[in-house]
């Protein structure tokens, strides 16, 4: 069964950083994309940033230059260094991939950003 599965979660003060993973298990399961999003209280989930299997990247403007999205495939594991974080990121943050049966999530890890 394939599976996502974020960590790196956690309580920070504004300013501060947090590197959060996205772990694949799954026999054989390479997704080519890989999406980080996040869903803050009472909003829909927005999408962040994307990397693609030879690398390339994509960010929302809401934290271009602050986070990056990085893969290490001999770890099936995706990364977001998130730098500079204010009190507008909190939120769960998701990582999502396609499959053949549909997109997959994972359950998320909760990131909080004080002032």
């Known amino acids: 069964q394939v599976q996502l599965v974020e960590s790196g979660g956690g309580l920070v003060q504004a300013g501060g950083s947090l590197r959060l993973s996205c772990a694949t298990s799954?026999?054989?399961?390479?997704?080519?994309?890989m999406r980080w999003y996040r869903q803050a209280p009472g909003k829909q989930r927005d999408f962040l940033a994307s990397?693609?299997?030879?690398?390339?990247?994509n960010y929302a403007d809401s934290v271009k230059g602050r986070f990056t999205i990085s893969r290490d495939d001999t770890k099936n594991t995706v990364y977001l260094q998130m730098n500079s974080l204010e009190p507008e990121d909190t939120g769960v943050y998701y990582c999502n991939a396609p499959s053949l049966t549909g997109p997959l999530w994972g359950q998320g890890t909760q990131v909080t950003v004080s002032s």
């Open positions: 799954g026999s054989g399961f390479r997704p080519n994309l």
């Open positions: 990397i693609t299997s030879i690398g390339s990247t």
